[in-house]
């Protein structure tokens, strides 16, 4: 008895099961009919997918990471919202024993002009705010968005950000580059050999992390090139700190 | 898994659809779903391609509709199409362009089995995709090469 259809394409595709292709390979030893009829199979299905390999388009550079960045359709939970109200009590705790902050001053005003009222109040003097420093070398703890892309040939990360937004920059032996802000809301928009964020807001601090054997990365702060790394060449608006990271800012000098 | 799930995921929906954007668009939705599950299936990639497959029903059922209700400006639109450029017709454009009239004129399930197997899914996997008994796919699967053989040599010369 010869085989049939659905055992060859079975054999084709490893689905026999183990005493199936045992016997199936005995018939083939002695059967030369099958045995030019798996043949034909395997030349049909070889024409097939080259066939359909014409039909391909280059695939998307997403990568996983860009996934964290949709919003999980969960509702939140008694305890996720008692955490919410327990860190939003913290959070105003530091900011009002951190020194130099302007909220003590701010209740106080707002307690005065309740009890005396509004005439008595006098005009709140408002703290300079002073310029954020970064420790050298020292990633932020905390990812809440970014994105990874393969930089190809060349890539452009182009930041579209607000007056005082800094990047962080180092050099990694990853395969991919990646940016992450370390708050705020940033939009991230991956295209072929362009890497875009956006970010209006409160000032925020972006790291990008290039790999090594990328051949070509350029980063830019609006029209300004900041950082360019040709093969094993760095230029940067910036001196690399003692860890070799690069801290760039809008107002990096030009070299 | 992201890496290698995402890549074939893909190439099946750009396949089955012709259309990248719509393919990146369907195989991102998919692995959204399945982050947003929370737990993962006992099958992932049979999970995801079943996802991905039902959106992809569920847009070109939306835009036969919008077709039926918006028959004049479609005409009028492909009357105003610009000409196809030069790439357009290049030979390999042309290529492409006969194996998607091939593959377009099968039968969705004839159409659906070729891609998933060529992206390497298991009998299983297929049989419950398209929901099929897991037992006739060798045969199916023979007929639809057969159909899509004869499809493509009706258009074209032969290979």
């Given at each position: 008895?010869?085989?049939?259809?659905?055992?060859?394409?079975?054999?084709?595709?490893?689905?026999?099961?183990?005493?199936?292709?045992?016997?199936?390979?005995?018939?083939?030893?002695?059967?030369?009919?099958?045995?030019?009829?798996?043949?034909?199979?395997?030349?049909?299905?070889?024409?097939?997918?080259?066939?359909?390999?014409?039909?391909?388009?280059?695939?998307?550079?997403?990568?996983?990471?860009?996934?964290?960045?949709?919003?999980?359709?969960?509702?939140?939970?008694?305890?996720?919202?008692a955490?919410?109200?327990?860190?939003?009590?913290?959070?105003?705790?530091?900011?009002?024993?951190?020194?130099?902050?302007?909220?003590?001053?701010a209740?106080?005003?707002?307690?005065?002009?309740?009890?005396?009222?509004?005439?008595?109040?006098?005009?709140a003097v408002?703290?300079?705010?002073?310029?954020?420093?970064?420790?050298?070398?020292?990633?932020?703890?905390?990812?809440p968005?970014?994105?990874?892309?393969?930089?190809?040939?060349?890539?452009?990360?182009?930041?579209?950000?607000?007056?005082?937004?800094?990047?962080?920059?180092?050099?990694?032996?990853?395969?991919?580059?990646?940016?992450?802000?370390?708050?705020?809301?940033?939009?991230f928009?991956?295209?072929?050999?362009?890497?875009?964020?956006?970010?209006?807001?409160?000032?925020?601090?972006?790291?990008?992390?290039?790999?090594?054997?990328?051949?070509?990365?350029?980063?830019?702060?609006?029209?300004?090139?900041?950082?360019?790394?040709?093969?094993?060449?760095?230029i940067?608006?910036?001196?690399?700190?003692?860890?070799?990271?690069?801290?760039?800012?809008?107002?990096?000098?030009?070299? | 898994?992201?890496?290698?799930?995402?890549?074939?995921?893909?190439?099946?929906?750009?396949?089955?659809?012709?259309?990248?954007d719509?393919?990146?668009?369907?195989?991102?939705?998919?692995?959204?779903?399945?982050?947003?599950?929370?737990?993962?299936?006992?099958?992932?990639?049979?999970?995801?391609?079943?996802?991905?497959?039902?959106?992809?029903?569920?847009?070109?059922?939306?835009?036969?509709?919008?077709?039926?209700?918006?028959?004049?400006?479609?005409?009028?639109?492909?009357?105003?199409?610009?000409?196809?450029?030069?790439?357009?017709t290049?030979?390999?454009?042309?290529?492409?362009?006969?194996?998607?009239?091939?593959?377009?004129?099968?039968?969705?399930r004839?159409?659906?089995?070729?891609?998933?197997?060529?992206?390497?899914?298991?009998?299983?996997?297929?049989?419950?995709?398209?929901?099929l008994?897991e037992?006739?796919?060798?045969?199916?699967?023979?007929?639809?090469?057969?159909?899509?053989?004869?499809?493509?040599?009706?258009?074209?010369?032969?290979?």
């Amino acid at each position: 008895m010869h085989l049939d259809s659905e055992r060859i394409q079975r054999l084709l595709h490893g689905e026999l099961r183990s005493f199936d292709e045992a016997e199936v390979r005995a018939h083939l030893t002695a059967c030369a009919s099958c045995g030019s009829d798996v043949a034909r199979a395997e030349r049909e299905e070889a024409w097939m997918l080259e066939r359909l390999a014409r039909l391909d388009h280059e695939p998307p550079r997403f990568t996983v990471k860009m996934l964290g960045l949709a919003p999980r359709r969960r509702r939140p939970g008694w305890g996720r919202i008692a955490a919410g109200i327990v860190f939003a009590l913290a959070a105003a705790g530091a900011a009002y024993a951190a020194p130099g902050s302007p909220l003590p001053g701010a209740i106080r005003h707002a307690v005065e002009w309740l009890s005396v009222g509004w005439h008595s109040v006098r005009p709140a003097v408002r703290t300079p705010v002073s310029s954020a420093t970064f420790p050298a070398g020292t990633p932020a703890a905390g990812t809440p968005a970014g994105i990874a892309v393969v930089p190809g040939a060349s890539l452009i990360v182009a930041f579209d950000v607000g007056r005082v937004d800094t990047a962080l920059v180092w050099l990694t032996d990853g395969a991919e580059v990646e940016v992450r802000s370390t708050g705020g809301a940033a939009t991230f928009t991956s295209g072929r050999g362009r890497l875009s964020i956006e970010h209006r807001g409160p000032p925020v601090r972006f790291e990008v992390l290039i790999p090594r054997t990328a051949p070509l990365v350029e980063i830019r702060f609006g029209a300004r090139q900041l950082f360019l790394k040709r093969k094993q060449t760095v230029i940067a608006r910036s001196d690399p700190t003692r860890a070799g990271r690069y801290l760039l800012t809008q107002s990096s000098p030009e070299r | 898994m992201f890496g290698t799930e995402f890549r074939r995921l893909f190439r099946y929906l750009d396949r089955l659809s012709g259309e990248p954007d719509l393919a990146a668009d369907l195989a991102q939705e998919a692995f959204v779903r399945l982050h947003a599950r929370g737990t993962m299936p006992e099958r992932p990639e049979a999970w995801l391609v079943t996802v991905a497959l039902n959106l992809f029903r569920n847009v070109k059922t939306t835009r036969a509709r919008q077709r039926r209700l918006l028959t004049v400006a479609r005409a009028e639109s492909v009357l105003a199409d610009p000409a196809p450029s030069p790439a357009q017709t290049s030979a390999s454009a042309d290529a492409s362009a006969k194996v998607r009239v091939a593959i377009d004129r099968l039968p969705e399930r004839d159409r659906g089995m070729l891609l998933l197997l060529a992206e390497g899914y298991s009998y299983r996997d297929i049989a419950s995709t398209l929901e099929l008994k897991e037992a006739s796919i060798g045969t199916l699967l023979a007929r639809a090469k057969r159909a899509f053989r004869e499809s493509y040599e009706g258009d074209t010369d032969a290979p």
